[in-house]
């Protein structure tokens, strides 16, 4: 299956929970980054920044879960894909790897 196939099938197979949560990440290289995330599926989440990140970079995501009963997310993820809103906004994609 052509990874453009996998992605439109994917599309339709889950599910993305629009959650506009606190999050961070933290690159290969140590660097830590305060974002926000989007959205998030079982497979992978749209990340909100002030800056580009390094597309292809792997990372660990941390995920705050504002209170309440629900544990906060961390994932291994791969930034795979980024659109440049303006200036100072920028949205990544990324599949998560695995959860931690």
């Known amino acids: 299956m ?12 889950f599910i993305r929970m629009q959650i506009d949560a606190p999050a961070s990440l933290r690159l290969s290289n140590g660097e830590e980054i305060d974002l926000t995330c989007l959205d998030l599926s079982s497979c992978g989440v749209q990340l909100q920044s002030d800056k580009p990140l390094p597309l292809g970079a792997s990372a660990e995501l941390s995920l705050s879960s504002c209170g309440g009963p629900v544990a906060p997310l961390s994932a291994k993820i791969k930034l795979c894909r980024h659109e440049s809103i303006s200036d100072s906004e920028y949205r990544t994609g990324a599949v998560i790897e695995s959860f931690l």
Do not use: G, L, T
């Open 2 to 13: 052509s990874y453009n196939a996998r992605q439109y099938q994917e599309k339709r197979h």
